[in-house]
């Protein structure tokens, strides 16, 4: 549930030649899939694709691998759900507003005259559409269009669809990264990172041709050493869909994110992410036993996904059978000892205590597994504050603001950023 590898609002594209994105309740941690759209908060966003904020982690199985959809279909239980109250749809994912063929048939247009289809399709969105990165709702490319802003997965969507109209060969790649979490509230997002590759489809062979191009918000030295591996359009509207299940989730609204929910599982059922996001709705909405089914079903098809081990210990657990959860955390601590801000949190509790040099300690532990976390710069920021170190946490709330993927609380930093600024100069 993303995404989003995350820096400020909007830089400039990388054009890169190359020669060759699940959520988790803190009250239980439950987490469900990752989201897609990881995150490389620490260079600068440069443009067109970041990683989604919401979409679930990366699907280990290929999109070829044969799923009966009986067994999908009994995984889904629709009587306990009342209907959405927005459309849950993807058939207009890639569709072009008036507006978008207007800047298509002028701006984009006039560019590729200049310097050819996959450059002055690259130019047009760095140079005129100055798009803001923002991973609090995932859009379809003409909202993205419209808002001038959106999650990583928004704006590989947006190139798509534009990549589509001109008839540019294009592929979607999935980045091999550590991915990243942050949180909002009482729910944690997992975020990997994907990115559009103008002038190749992906094949079984993975190799790259000698000329492509990249549309990535990492810089372009960074996007040409990334472990990639390409993945297909079923997987990136099954993204989109358990993205926005995850946000209607945020939003409170268990109903509306069970039918995203669903509608990722059907779009593309090798993407395991959507049945962890499933199981989390049911779990939520008090469905054990719809819980359980749907996690032991992902557990068929990643037997070591750490996010779906640990909702499964939660759902164990709150069926009464402990000594089944017991033994499903024990294997979970043996592939991930410590679970998500686990330092953090202890890190705050010390810091409750105040005991703010212990708090630093296990907030550096936990920066070098969490680079990206704006919460843990802000929880230093705050730290170095009580100790009276001044620099210090103006430094870390700087970083905060850096890192932060949302309008909102690059807001929230800015302002106390600038409050402490006041502090120096008066």
């Avoid at 993407?271 to 049911?282: E, H, M, P, Q, S």
């Avoid at 054990?288 to 089914?293: F, K, N, V």
């Avoid at 709150?318 to 949190?345: C, K, N, W």
Wanted: aromatic residues 8%; hydrophobic residues 40%.
């Amino acid at each position: 549930m993303d995404g989003p590898r995350r820096g400020p609002g909007a830089g400039t594209p990388a054009l890169t030649r190359r020669a060759t994105g699940r959520t988790v309740d803190r009250a239980g941690r439950f987490l469900p899939g990752a989201p897609r759209a990881g995150r490389e908060a620490t260079i600068k966003p440069i443009l067109v694709a970041l990683s989604g904020l919401l979409a679930s982690g990366c699907s280990l199985f290929p999109a070829t691998t044969a799923i009966d959809p009986r067994r999908v279909d009994a995984l889904f239980a629709d009587s306990l759900f009342a209907a959405p109250a927005e459309p849950v749809r993807a058939d207009d994912l890639f569709a072009l507003s008036q507006p978008m063929r207007e800047f298509a048939t002028t701006r984009i247009v006039q560019k590729m005259g200049d310097r050819g289809q996959y450059a002055g399709l690259f130019e047009a969105l760095r140079d005129e559409l100055h798009l803001d990165y923002d991973s609090a709702r995932t859009r379809p490319a003409a909202e993205t269009f419209a808002a001038r802003s959106g999650n990583c997965l928004s704006l590989v969507i947006l190139a798509a669809a534009y990549a589509k109209e001109f008839g540019i060969r294009f592929g979607y790649q999935d980045i091999r990264t550590d991915g990243a979490w942050s949180r909002s509230a009482d729910i944690a997002f997992y975020s990997g990172h994907v990115n559009l590759l103008l002038g190749h489809r992906w094949h079984d062979d993975w190799r790259l041709p000698e000329r492509s191009l990249i549309i990535d918000f990492l810089a372009p030295g960074a996007a040409g050493r990334l472990v990639t591996h390409g993945i297909t359009e079923d997987t990136v509207v099954a993204m989109y869909l358990n993205n926005r299940a995850a946000e209607t989730l945020l939003e409170g609204d268990l109903d509306g994110a069970y039918w995203w929910a669903r509608a990722a599982v059907v779009a593309d059922p090798s993407f395991t992410g959507a049945y962890n996001t499933l199981a989390v709705i049911y779990r939520r909405h008090g469905n054990l036993a719809e819980a359980e089914r749907t996690l032991r079903w992902a557990l068929t098809r990643e037997p070591v996904n750490p996010r779906t081990l640990s909702n499964l210990a939660v759902v164990l657990e709150s069926q009464g059978r402990r000594t089944e959860a017991d033994a499903v955390r024990a294997r979970l601590a043996s592939i991930e000892p410590y679970p998500p801000f686990h330092f953090l949190d202890a890190g705050l509790a010390a810091s409750a205590r105040g005991d703010h040099d212990a708090a630093i300690a296990l907030f550096r532990r936990e920066l070098q597994r969490m680079p990206y976390a704006d919460e843990l710069h802000f929880a230093i920021a705050v730290a170095e504050l009580d100790r009276g170190r001044l620099r210090h946490a103006r430094r870390h709330l700087g970083l905060a603001l850096e890192k932060s993927t949302t309008r909102d609380r690059r807001g929230i930093y800015a302002a106390k950023l600038n409050y402490l600024e006041s502090l120096r100069t008066n």
